[in-house]
């Protein structure tokens, strides 16, 4: 046995008594020691993990392994917080990972892998549904003030071209298509408008009719699957704003599937699930999962706000008014995407808040 194995041995139950994840990389960063909570942490039991590579831990971790080698040839210590992380049974996890450079007779790196407490990721989510509501507020503020003289410069050049002869009315003719172009847009950016109209419906029949529309117009050929649960029953809620947020988040999955691919829709119900602070003993889950190159990471955090789309040429109002759409049901809607997929989770409310 070599030194560090000694020094291990000696000192492992030092570290067995964390609930922090400690694990060693070599230079190759495959592991060479971990602490009993790593197989907590990470769902992965002890013989898999010894001399496993850290990257065939994780479906996908936000830490590329490029970042971590050149951490080990620089000596430079970093720490990246909310780390996203989809571990080989599907679990979704949010880590604090701190990574150091050990002294030892090779460099070695130490990984400090801390799970997110579920109490700080409702915190963070409260947090986004604060900055959406937020900035809904002041583009609907912004599109009021727009339209006000909007409205007079259409009635101005439709004045103006009664006394114009017919080859400059097409001046003022612009000006009026123009204004009602502004018009539409505007009218989109204030977003639906009417109080939701809740009726005990099928949650199922609603996501058949959203397929239905997305397989009439499906120029790549994209695949749609289906993986429902049965046994969530009929509820209340509105049934056309739930097809207009879902068919909007459906759309998008096929157009950014332009070589084709696989849209995923997935229904489950969820126990005693907290939305907007509340607590609640059922929770429809409505997955949309798509197989296409992911959302861009610099526009993650702000997806759902107005005005921000990842597609060429996209208005970038789609998600806003699906968000809002959900909202107003009193759910929310979720989003986790790395290459190669992306889920889009709508929430929404099946029965009472707990007492």
């Known amino acids: ?51 496993q590579l850290f990257a065939a831990l994780f479906q996908h ?57 579920q109490q700080r990721k409702i915190s963070m989510e409260s947090l986004q549904q604060h900055q959406h509501l937020a900035a809904r507020e002041l583009i609907r503020g912004l599109a009021h003030e727009i339209k006000n003289p909007l409205g007079g410069l259409r009635g101005a050049a439709q004045l103006l071209e009664e006394s114009l002869d017919n080859e400059q009315k097409e001046y003022t003719q612009l000006i009026i298509a123009q204004a009602d172009r502004l018009r539409n847009l505007v009218d989109r950016l204030l977003g639906p408008y009417r109080p939701p109209q809740c009726l005990q419906a099928n949650l199922h029949q609603v996501i ?12 790549t050929g994209v695949r749609f699957l289906r993986d429902y649960d049965p046994s969530i029953p009929d509820f209340s809620f509105d049934p056309e704003l739930l097809e207009q947020a879902l068919l909007n ?50 526009i993650k955090d702000t997806l759902f ?3 921000v789309s990842g597609k060429p040429g996209g208005t970038g109002l789609g998600l806003s008014i699906a968000q809002t759409l959900i909202h107003q049901q009193g759910g929310w809607i979720d989003c986790d995407s790395w290459p190669g997929q992306t889920e889009f989770i709508l929430y929404i409310p099946v029965s009472d808040t707990e007492e």
């Not at 969820?270 to 861009?296: E, W």
């Open 249 to 298: 988040i459906v759309r998008n999955a096929q157009q950014a599937l332009t070589d084709g691919g696989n849209v995923c829709l997935q229904s489950r119900i969820l126990h005693q699930h907290t939305l907007h602070g509340k607590r609640y003993r059922l929770v429809a889950c409505i997955k949309v999962i798509d197989n296409g190159p992911g959302i861009p990471t610099d």
């Open 1 to 51: 046995m070599d030194q560090l194995a000694t020094e291990q041995a000696d000192y492992s139950w030092v570290t067995a008594q964390l609930s922090t994840a400690v694990l060693l990389l070599d230079p190759q960063l495959r592991i060479r020691y971990f602490n009993t909570a790593c197989c907590a942490v990470l769902g992965i039991g002890e013989k898999r993990l010894r001399q």
């Open 61 to 117: 971790l936000d830490i590329k392994a490029s970042h971590l080698s050149s951490a080990l040839s620089s000596r430079q210590a970093f720490g990246v917080s909310d780390v996203q992380a989809v571990l080989l049974d599907g679990r979704h996890l949010l880590l604090d990972i701190s990574v150091t450079v050990a002294d030892a007779a090779e460099p070695l790196l130490l990984l400090e892998i801390r799970q997110v407490e």
């Open 305 to 307: 706000y107005p005005m």
């Open 208 to 219: 058949e009719q959203v397929l239905q529309l997305a397989l009439i117009d499906n120029p």
